[in-house]
């Protein structure tokens, strides 16, 4: 029953993001889903699980700082797919939805999940050096939230995104990532008192912030090197039908990664391969059919 069981967990986690990247749906509307479903799990694990299973499986997923040094590595990622009580899991979907999927239309798919693991990995890692030797379990996607907000304001802090602040309505991202470090610092004070040893390792997400913040420009440098070419060197001709229009749009207003790549994904969106009249796509800022990557490639 206790393996049914978290086999099933594992399910739960993996299944939402094995289906996203597929379909290639919005992977971070995924990731809210893994999480959701996995704590869905675990409320299944109190009603069937008896305290000792119960607790063998999250010493199994939990990040026990002293556990971690003697060999349970893999906490360091499995942590941030459990989480305590509903209000845990809906604080940090709300960051991963509201701000994530935002920041997947700025990255792309892989970038996206790249930074989101180096956010996860940062909080978890930070957590385990400053509370190095001890025994409280730490767990949730407080890490990879964190690191969210981190990319998003280094990347592009001034786009504004919905957010409930008071008001739900768009807010500028560098004020949303204010008010998250205003929060959980005022949280954290709440649980410990500025005094307290422990307080710094509550605040050890903000490892996630620190390591997503500083690597985003690689990740932002990766994206800017593909679509690498002039706004000159995109012709007018074009083997597309019907398409006139976007393809004048692109050419005049294509010169910043973000317009470029919105402009080629609606000529990609309305016309069809010329070859083989089927589906088109994306890749490297340059337009591809789907089921043939020979068939057309432009500009
Ligand atoms: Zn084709």
């Given at each position: 029953?206790?393996?049914?069981?978290f086999?099933l967990?594992?399910?739960?986690?993996?299944?939402?993001?094995?289906?996203?990247?597929s379909?290639?749906a919005?992977?971070?509307l995924?990731?809210?889903l893994?999480?959701?479903?996995?704590?869905?799990?675990?409320?299944?694990?109190r009603i069937?699980?008896?305290f000792?299973e119960?607790n063998?499986?999250?010493?199994r997923?939990f990040l026990?700082?002293a556990?971690?040094?003697d060999?349970?590595?893999?906490?360091l990622?499995t942590?941030?797919?459990?989480h305590?009580?509903?209000?845990h899991v809906?604080g940090n979907?709300l960051?991963i939805?509201?701000?994530g999927?935002?920041?997947?239309?700025?990255?792309?798919r892989?970038?996206w999940?790249?930074?989101?693991m180096?956010?996860?990995?940062?909080?978890s890692?930070?957590?385990?050096i400053?509370?190095?030797?001890s025994?409280?379990?730490?767990?949730?996607?407080?890490g990879?939230?964190?690191?969210?907000?981190?990319?998003?304001l280094?990347g592009?802090?001034?786009?504004e995104?919905?957010f409930?602040?008071?008001?739900?309505?768009?807010?500028p991202v560098?004020?949303?990532a204010l008010?998250?470090?205003?929060?959980?610092i005022?949280k954290?004070?709440?649980v410990?008192?500025?005094?307290?040893?422990?307080n710094?390792?509550?605040?050890?997400?903000?490892g996630?912030?620190?390591l997503?913040?500083?690597?985003?420009?690689?990740l932002k440098?990766g994206?800017e090197w593909e679509?690498?070419?002039?706004?000159?060197?995109i012709?007018?001709?074009?083997?597309f039908d019907g398409v006139?229009d976007?393809?004048e749009r692109?050419?005049s207003?294509?010169?910043?990664i973000?317009?470029r790549?919105a402009?080629?994904?609606?000529i990609?969106?309305r016309?069809?391969?010329?070859i083989c009249?089927?589906?088109?796509?994306?890749?490297?800022?340059k337009?591809?059919?789907?089921?043939?990557s020979?068939?057309?490639?432009?500009?």
């Amino acid at each position: 029953m206790q393996e049914l069981l978290f086999a099933l967990w594992i399910v739960a986690i993996i299944a939402p993001l094995v289906w996203a990247w597929s379909q290639k749906a919005s992977i971070a509307l995924a990731m809210t889903l893994s999480l959701l479903f996995g704590f869905i799990v675990q409320i299944i694990w109190r009603i069937f699980l008896d305290f000792g299973e119960l607790n063998e499986l999250r010493i199994r997923l939990f990040l026990v700082p002293a556990l971690v040094t003697d060999g349970h590595i893999h906490t360091l990622v499995t942590s941030g797919f459990v989480h305590s009580n509903p209000l845990h899991v809906l604080g940090n979907i709300l960051i991963i939805a509201l701000v994530g999927i935002p920041l997947e239309d700025r990255l792309g798919r892989s970038r996206w999940l790249i930074s989101y693991m180096i956010g996860l990995l940062g909080g978890s890692i930070a957590w385990t050096i400053l509370n190095l030797g001890s025994i409280t379990p730490a767990l949730g996607a407080s890490g990879a939230a964190f690191g969210i907000l981190g990319a998003y304001l280094c990347g592009w802090p001034n786009d504004e995104v919905f957010f409930p602040l008071i008001l739900i309505r768009k807010w500028p991202v560098q004020f949303i990532a204010l008010f998250y470090f205003g929060f959980e610092i005022y949280k954290a004070w709440q649980v410990y008192g500025l005094n307290e040893i422990s307080n710094i390792g509550h605040i050890a997400h903000f490892g996630g912030f620190i390591l997503a913040y500083g690597t985003l420009p690689l990740l932002k440098k990766g994206i800017e090197w593909e679509g690498d070419y002039e706004l000159e060197e995109i012709p007018q001709e074009h083997p597309f039908d019907g398409v006139d229009d976007l393809v004048e749009r692109l050419r005049s207003e294509g010169e910043f990664i973000e317009t470029r790549q919105a402009w080629l994904e609606e000529i990609a969106d309305r016309a069809k391969c010329p070859i083989c009249s089927g589906a088109l796509q994306v890749k490297k800022m340059k337009v591809r059919c789907v089921s043939e990557s020979s068939h057309v490639r432009w500009p």
